[in-house]
């Protein structure tokens, strides 16, 4: 069975450095699902304008066709509400994990403060938290993303059994 991760939460919760971590411990590829998104969805965000559920379905749908095609797979993905989560599920080909990396207002947007060359502006934070419909224990591993970056991963390798799923 391949492996079909997603990183999830509100931007600058930290899923493309997450991601990046976990592909290297479980020698898997990591794909930021950011680079899924349409030019005009960017341009959008860009501007401070929130996606609306009409902007996002086709990105879902790049999201569980990669996953998909190119399973096994972490990517990178904001699935904020059980929709999204769902449409990704249906499309994917297979079973999906989400990992839900979860953090307070105030350090998401402290980290999204400090990072540059990124289009989501902080202005778009409190839409993000809005949008979440956090996911019970029936839906993703949750993650406290307070702790240092090596016991984020190491939660997420002992949830999932450590072992290399390809």
């Given at each position: 069975?391949?492996?079909?991760?997603?990183?999830?939460?509100?931007?600058?919760?930290?899923?493309?450095?997450?991601?990046a971590a976990?592909?290297?411990?479980?020698?898997?590829?990591?794909?930021?699902?950011?680079?899924?998104?349409?030019?005009?969805?960017?341009?959008?965000?860009?501007?401070?304008?929130?996606?609306?559920?009409?902007?996002?379905?086709?990105?879902?749908?790049?999201?569980?066709?990669?996953?998909?095609?190119?399973?096994?797979?972490?990517?990178?993905?904001?699935?904020?509400?059980?929709?999204?989560?769902?449409?990704?599920?249906?499309?994917?080909?297979?079973?999906?994990?989400?990992?839900?990396?979860?953090?307070?207002?105030?350090?998401?947007?402290?980290?999204?403060?400090?990072?540059?060359?990124?289009?989501?502006?902080?202005?778009?934070?409190?839409?993000?938290?809005?949008?979440?419909?956090?996911?019970?224990?029936?839906?993703?591993?949750?993650?406290?993303?307070?702790?240092?970056?090596?016991?984020?991963?190491?939660?997420?390798?002992?949830t999932l059994?450590?072992?290399?799923?390809?």
């Amino acid at each position: 069975m391949s492996l079909r991760l997603v990183i999830m939460g509100v931007a600058g919760c930290g899923k493309s450095t997450v991601g990046a971590a976990l592909s290297e411990q479980l020698d898997i590829p990591y794909q930021d699902g950011d680079d899924l998104h349409s030019a005009e969805a960017v341009r959008k965000m860009s501007s401070g304008t929130p996606l609306a559920d009409d902007d996002r379905w086709p990105w879902l749908d790049r999201i569980a066709e990669t996953l998909r095609n190119e399973a096994p797979l972490i990517i990178g993905c904001s699935a904020l509400r059980r929709a999204y989560r769902d449409r990704i599920r249906a499309g994917a080909g297979g079973d999906v994990t989400f990992v839900h990396l979860a953090g307070d207002r105030d350090l998401i947007a402290s980290r999204m403060a400090s990072r540059a060359g990124h289009y989501m502006p902080l202005s778009l934070l409190d839409s993000q938290f809005a949008t979440l419909e956090r996911p019970g224990p029936d839906e993703a591993i949750e993650v406290a993303i307070e702790q240092p970056m090596e016991a984020i991963v190491g939660q997420v390798l002992s949830t999932l059994g450590g072992s290399r799923n390809d």
